[in-house]
């Protein structure tokens, strides 16, 4: 089976694009000292944001928003990422608590 290159090469940009946006968002949240993992028990009834969730779904989905707007731009891509960790960090202040 033949592939098309540029098909490959478009494809592996946006891998780096979303991973890119992934990790800056990860080291951000870090930053910001968000939790890794939610401390009220159970952790699946928990609404306390922590570094796993909902910080890396929102930098990708800032990501994709920005790539569709704006194109591929590295540079983006960090910026969603710490839209992203923003956002899970003061989401409580800016939407109230649930």
Same mark, same amino acid.
């Given at each position: 089976?033949?592939? =098309? =290159?540029?098909?490959?090469?478009? $494809?592996?940009?946006? @891998? #780096?694009?979303?991973?890119? &946006?992934? @990790?800056?968002? $990860? ?9 890794? #993992? ?7 009834? /928990? ?13 990708? !989905?800032?990501?994709?928003? %920005?790539? =569709?707007?704006?194109?591929?731009? #590295? /540079?983006?891509?960090?910026? &969603?990422?710490? %839209? !992203? ?5 003061? &989401?409580?202040?800016?939407? !109230?608590?649930?």
């Amino acid at each position: 089976m033949v592939y =098309n =290159n540029s098909l490959l090469v478009r $494809v592996m940009d946006i @891998i #780096i694009l979303y991973l890119i &946006a992934l @990790i800056t968002s $990860v080291i951000v949240a870090l930053v910001l000292k968000l939790p890794i #993992i939610p401390k009220e028990k159970p952790i699946r009834f /928990s609404f306390e944001t922590s570094i796993i969730f909902p910080t890396p779904i929102l930098a990708l !989905g800032i990501e994709a928003i %920005f790539r =569709n707007l704006f194109g591929d731009y #590295i /540079s983006l891509a960090f910026f &969603a990422g710490l %839209f !992203g960790a923003l956002l899970s960090k003061y &989401a409580d202040k800016l939407f !109230g608590e649930p």
